[in-house]
């Protein structure tokens, strides 16, 4: 929560360095936090006291540093045209995805290391399964800082592709400067903003909910809940590079905009699925009302129950549908075939609208620099990650999953209105003012 609280107020202020030439200079300034951020937290152990204060400042830091997303989204937006935005985009998100995917493998694979692991005492470091993760994580930083100096260059092209003079906006040439002075579309800027923040938004709740969702409906343990859905989450993953890879294709024959209608559409329809149906009822959780005086008990079940409840309380912690959840003895269990179709539909729709909805915000916003605006789009998607786990928390606590998940289709229905009303405004920049056609 600090690391998603912190991305998103770092991303406007970091938005307000990247114009122009200062773009690398911001870049590797923010690229040089979480590195040291990494190294606080695999140190965190060496004070004698306040190590948890500690460790709040190293994850508080390493959500500062995130927010470099929206330097490169600037910068892509500089360095592409109408017609090579969204491909590079997608390639962006498909490169975050595969991240997503192989950082869980790599600290799987670190668990062999152990508990103990190994000391270096000569600099008091301790490598084990907690520290190796962030190990690796300060060094792929430090790689990234080598490769901003060495490789990447200043790069500005207007929409239709001709290289620009001055990277800087403020010495644009006359020419430049003509097709500037149109003012970006406001309504359409906000009308994103909220478009993006609801798609993350409903993904965020998604993965918050699948791990009490398939252990209310399926009996399942916490163990076995966090390792199905952790294997759920990365099949997601998988689809959606595919995705990612198909709507670069598909955005050109039917347009982004469609693409976007499409995938809110696709992402309704999983979570109509999900809504609870029939009359099968989950198995409830009543571990907790037992107690010795339950009435009409003889003594041969009251010397059972007191010979299996150790065990059970010690070896088989309670499954089922906790009866504090008053939900749980009237709603029909979800089934899995449910959970599983739904789950690969949100897997379409979330990628599709994703990519799509922050490749129209740099298109609305034309050739001027981007980095205030993707500031802005970039926080109200980290307020998106914050909030969303906080209502269906909430929601399905107190209200079940028919109630959740019937509140969030009228929350993507309402953002499928907003499209349509706004759907002739999300235009490129150059397309409004200038004529070109994509």
Request: aromatic share 10%.
């Amino acid at each position: 929560m600090a690391s998603e609280g912190t991305e998103g107020e770092r991303e406007p202020l970091l938005g307000r360095l990247t114009p122009g030439s200062r773009i690398f200079y911001c870049d590797n300034v923010n690229m040089a936090i979480p590195p040291k951020a990494n190294c606080l937290y695999a140190y965190v152990h060496v004070p004698a006291t306040h190590n948890k204060y500690y460790m709040l400042i190293a994850r508080a830091l390493v959500g500062f540093g995130a927010g470099n997303v929206a330097v490169v989204r600037s910068y892509i937006a500089g360095a592409t045209s109408l017609q090579e935005r969204t491909g590079s985009m997608a390639n962006t998100s498909t490169c975050q995805a595969l991240g997503f995917i192989l950082g869980p493998v790599f600290q799987t694979c670190f668990v062999l290391i152990g508990e103990k692991g190994v000391t270096w005492n000569a600099i008091q470091l301790q490598i084990n399964m907690y520290t190796a993760p962030v190990l690796l994580g300060a060094f792929l930083g430090i790689l990234n800082i080598i490769l901003i100096i060495t490789v990447l260059r200043e790069h500005r092209v207007t929409d239709t592709g001709q290289q620009c003079k001055n990277t800087n906006f403020e010495e644009a040439t006359t020419n430049e400067a003509h097709i500037l002075q149109g003012n970006i579309d406001q309504v359409a800027v906000v009308a994103t903003n909220i478009l993006f923040f609801v798609v993350l938004f409903i993904f965020a709740l998604f993965e918050t909910i699948l791990t009490p969702l398939t252990m209310d409906m399926y009996g399942w343990t916490q163990e076995q809940a966090v390792l199905y859905g952790g294997i759920i989450l990365a099949a997601l993953g998988v689809e959606a590079v595919a995705v990612f890879m198909g709507v670069k294709l598909l955005s050109k024959t039917i347009g982004e905009r469609a693409v976007l209608l499409g995938g809110l559409t696709v992402v309704w329809a999983g979570f109509f699925i999900l809504l609870p149906w029939g009359s099968q009822l989950p198995k409830i959780q009543w571990e907790d009302l037992h107690n010795n005086s339950a009435p009409n008990t003889t003594f041969g079940e009251i010397i059972i129950g007191l010979w299996n409840s150790p065990r059970e309380h010690h070896n088989e912690p309670p499954t089922g549908c906790p009866i504090e959840q008053a939900w749980c003895l009237y709603t029909p269990v979800i089934h899995l075939a449910q959970l599983l179709t739904a789950a690969a539909l949100i897997g379409i729709g979330y990628p599709a609208c994703n990519v799509m909805s922050y490749t129209l915000y740099s298109k609305i916003i034309g050739p001027r620099p981007q980095g205030v605006y993707m500031g802005w789009l970039t926080a109200s998607g980290s307020g998106a990650r914050i909030l969303g786990p906080v209502f269906i928390s909430h929601v399905y606590t107190y209200l079940g999953p028919r109630w959740a998940f019937c509140l969030v289709c009228g929350i993507v229905i309402l953002t499928i209105t907003l499209l349509g009303v706004v759907y002739k405004r999300l235009i490129a920049f150059s397309v409004r003012h200038v004529g070109i056609q994509e």
